[in-house]
């Protein structure tokens, strides 16, 4: 599977901008999506607090996955249930469950309030997903794990086995997972695994995976949002790199027999964290996304995928080593897209001469 990263954690799109957009993800090769919806997901009765203000509604989340069904994108809901959770955690009522008092970027796993709610959040938005065969349970950057007083004192109990707590409440998740929706399988972001003990998990890389009984790997690129917190435009060149190199290692998974590759989801960041500045904007990333998607197809650009790549985005010309289009483009979101574009090229030089220029 291919799947498009939708991150709503900033700008997030009119429905109506869904119906225009998936059928263009769709012909560019992706297949799926991985939708993060954080604050916009429509939430109800005591979660009703987590919304933002421009949550999508219920009928809007039907209309959603009603224009993702009919352009073949399956839709893997990414639910964050460790670390990232500011949206959740800057609330009144659930301050009580950060990991540090300071900060609301992670739960505490050892309060009796945490499980309850990571279970009546995944109800909620996997109830709404009845279709999807996977829930992303994020787990990644769980910043300032152990630094609380009760993790303190469990690490003195354990021998400070910060592995071991992390995995406790990771597989408390799966856990009421594999009861109450025993059909839908399980994605997370792997980076804490890589910081465990080899006694908790084996090391990380494909072979260890594969070595540690993992039977299913999927890998994670990025198509925009990966340079800079707060990058304007989608540097084509960085990220058609990435993808080659994600494409050798796709090829290389014949090496691994034991465990199957089942697919790539494109990320492609809105903010770093909830609180942070907005990165690029989704329409102007999405030329860079056609060429991502083009290159774990071929496994390099031809002159011809960039005519082709040209031709459905309304270019007259694409080069993505010079990282440039040529002309305005005719996609969905393309004002928006030459906007930016002019931003980039006429105002930001010259608010730079101004402020940095001899006076």
């Known amino acids: 599977m291919k799947l498009v990263h939708l991150d709503l954690k900033g700008a997030a799109p009119k429905v109506t901008y869904y119906e225009q957009i998936f059928p263009l993800l769709s012909k560019l090769g992706a297949n799926g999506l991985l939708i993060e919806y954080e604050d916009m997901f429509p939430f109800t009765g005591e979660l009703a607090v987590l919304k933002s203000p421009y949550a999508y509604s219920e009928d809007d989340l039907k209309k959603i996955l009603h224009y993702a069904k009919i352009n ?3 839709v893997v809901p990414l639910v964050q249930t460790f670390g990232h959770m500011e949206y959740i955690l800057k609330h009144d009522k659930y301050k009580g469950l950060r990991e540090v008092d300071r900060y ?9 309030e945490t499980l309850p709610l990571m279970k009546m959040i995944l109800t909620q938005v996997l109830d709404k997903h009845p279709s999807s065969n996977w829930v992303h349970i994020g787990s990644d950057e769980v910043y300032h794990l152990g630094e609380g007083q009760d993790s303190k004192s469990w690490l003195n109990i354990n021998k400070g086995d910060l592995g071991k707590m992390f995995l406790g409440h990771l597989k408390a998740v799966v856990n ?6 025993p059909q839908k399988k399980q994605l997370m972001w792997d980076d804490m695994l890589r910081k465990l003990s080899i006694e908790s998990i084996q090391e990380s890389y494909i072979a260890k995976y594969e070595k540690s009984g993992f039977k299913d790997i999927w890998f994670a690129s990025a198509f925009k949002g990966a ?3 707060t990058q304007i435009w989608t540097p084509m060149d960085l990220h058609m790199r990435n993808h080659l190199e994600w494409k050798k290692v796709i090829n290389s998974m014949s090496k691994f027999p034991k465990i199957h590759y089942s697919g790539i989801a494109l990320t492609g960041w809105q903010r770093y964290d909830h609180y942070s500045a907005l990165c690029e904007l989704l329409p102007v990333g999405i030329p860079s996304l056609a060429v991502c998607l083009r290159t774990l197809k071929t496994g390099k650009i031809t002159e011809e ?8 985005l309304g270019f007259s010309n694409i080069n993505p080593e ?6 305005n483009g005719a996609f969905p979101g393309a004002e928006i897209y030459t906007m930016v574009k002019k931003v980039k090229s006429e105002l930001k030089p010259k608010v730079r001469e101004i402020t940095e220029g001899d006076r």
């Open 322 to 327: 010079k990282n440039t289009c040529e002309g």
């Open 305 to 312: 995928d960039k005519k082709d790549i040209s031709h459905i």
């Open 72 to 74: 073949n994108l399956e």
């Open 104 to 112: 609301p970027n992670s739960l505490n796993p050892h309060h009796s």
């Open 176 to 181: 009421f997972l594999h009861s109450q929706f």
């Open 227 to 229: 340079s800079t917190p």
